[in-house]
């Protein structure tokens, strides 16, 4: 069974500073990978999707890299913004389209 | 594009009383939705997978008799939570996959906020 897992479950930076979200997998049989942002009370927006073959997407100041081998996927995130304070999931696809999700991290960037 | 809706987006009920949620694909068709279940702090849960004209399929745990999903279109399916008691009170989203595309990917919806009193 896939267990996903991000820690910190909560993250606290000021302003400007450069950071890395991490998760971790059990599972390295995966179909995609993908990083969502969930305001609070809200639903997903899909930040990124890196299929099982590919080694790093990126959306402006975004940038997701997946390592199967080791199970680890990371989100940076450059120039932070109070913007991008949110609860970051990731989630994997599974070889039988199911979603496993991790619980989350909740960013808060502080002015 | 890929636009998911869900109605309501939040409910308040009584103990006993069934609620409805509605999980819609605006622009395109899903032969396949997903519900989830989100408490707080948690990740989210996949409840079931509905399939257009078919009954859905349950996740290990989750009471088909207690969580009614109807999927009666390609762009609309439906989760009834039947007699809902306090410990229902969660966060309901639903996912629809785009039939087009021939992908893995899932369009959430903004999410239904129910709570049982």
């Known amino acids: 069974k896939q267990e996903v897992t991000q820690i910190p479950a909560a993250l606290s930076v000021p302003e400007g500073e450069n950071l890395v979200l991490n998760c971790s997998f059990t599972?390295?049989?995966?179909?995609?990978l993908q990083w969502f942002r969930q305001d609070p009370g809200k639903g997903l927006t899909s930040l990124l999707l890196?299929?099982?073959?590919?080694r790093e997407q990126t959306s402006g100041r975004l940038n997701a890299s997946l390592d199967k081998s080791s199970g680890r996927s990371t989100l940076y995130i450059a120039a932070s913004q109070p913007g991008d304070s949110a609860t970051y999931l990731c989630?994997?696809?599974?070889?039988?389209?199911?979603?496993?999700f991790g619980k989350g991290i909740t960013l808060s960037v502080r002015p | 594009g890929a636009v998911v809706s869900q109605h309501p987006s939040w409910v308040i009920c009584k103990s006993g009383t069934s609620v409805k949620i509605e999980c819609r694909s605006l622009?395109?068709?899903?032969?396949?939705m997903f519900w989830y279940r989100q408490f707080p702090k948690q990740s989210l849960m996949l409840m079931a997978t509905?399939?257009?004209?078919?009954?859905?399929?349950?996740e290990q745990g989750v009471e088909k008799d207690k969580f009614l999903i109807n999927h009666a279109s390609l762009t609309l399916s439906t989760l009834t939570v039947t007699s809902a008691h306090p410990e229902d009170s969660s966060f309901y989203i639903c996912?629809?996959?785009?039939?087009?595309?021939?992908?893995?990917?899932?369009?959430f919806g903004p999410g239904t906020r129910l709570t049982v009193l």
């Open positions: 996912s629809a996959r785009d039939r087009r595309r021939g992908t893995d990917t899932q369009y």
């Open positions: 599972d390295s049989a995966i179909y995609n």
């Open positions: 890196i299929q099982s073959s590919q």
């Open positions: 989630a994997i696809t599974g070889a039988n389209s199911k979603l496993t």
């Open positions: 622009d395109f068709q899903a032969t396949t």
């Open positions: 509905s399939n257009e004209g078919s009954k859905a399929t349950y």
